[in-house]
DNA sequence: CGGAAAGTTCAGTCAATAGTGAACGTTCAA
DNA sequence: TTGAACGTTCACTATTGACTGAACTTTCCG
């Protein structure tokens, strides 16, 4: 299957480049993610590196980018001094919750834009209380998928 | 508030580009939906262009992706020879069927990695097993989503 | 038919974004 | 302390993707 270190290995890139382009990721980051969620061991950056053919600035902002997104931790191993970084067992949660707060942001901007629409025919305010209506109906709906996601994953 | 005509209208631009981004669309398209939107009437490719200071070509682009989409619907009216484009009254099933249809894909995309995961040490298997598991569950969440929000529409 | 307007396609341009690498901080073992 | 490796920042370069405009095809009215 894939080796994690060696370059330009299509399937770490299909697969990096699929996942990435799904989180609105630049490509690097999905390869990486794919680097790590296939790493035996957590990987330092140098080793990262390495096995993607990037360079220091390119490594550091992506693995700045999972760590927020809150796929991959990094931490130190007792007794080295440098960070190592690893595919979180709960990663799939922070991608959840990303696409929720992606989906409120959206909901945020409909109720403003339906707070506005007073002067608009009846067409025009219907439309924006349907946008309106289905962000709301959206953001219910995966919260408590998250929730129940959560959950599933806790037993 | 918004008025559809008229150029450089910010609200416009920042309902648009908020839009189209989160669609996964370029600028130009969460601008055409914004107007569309709003706009009264359905309109040509014509006053599309105007509105929206926009190239022929582009208008063409757009247009075509807005109603695959299946945001914006094209239709002529009787005895006139030219398209006009109207935003859909159920255009956010169509987001919603969008997004069912582009987690599946990645759902596929986790099956097939899982499949072929056979002689890889436990822990990768596991994250590979989580990473499908994770997308059977969300599209199984967002069928019962888009089935739901379709009904609650209906009515 | 003929031609005028609508609509599409595509090569080329321009703008946005990703990635590089060198300079600059930081950390820690000696 | 000091210096060696780690890590970050940022100005620059390369790549990608969006948009333009001209050439082309289609439609349909006279």
Redesign the interface.
Known sequence: ?FSPVGDANPLIDD?GL??GR?MGWPPMAGRTAAVL????TPMTMPELQEALDASKGSMSETTRLLVVNGTVRRFKEPGSRQYVYE?R?DA?IGC?QHQLD??T??LT?AES?QA??????E??RA??R??HE?YV??VR?LEA?LA??KE?RAR
Chains 1, 2 share one sequence.
């Open positions: 299957m697969f699929h996942i799904a969620m296939l790493s035996e595919w067992d799939w959840l992606q989906t942001e959206l901007l834009a506005r629409s007073a002067g608009l025919p067409r025009q439309r924006l349907e946008m289905y109906f959206l709906r998928l129940d996601y599933f």
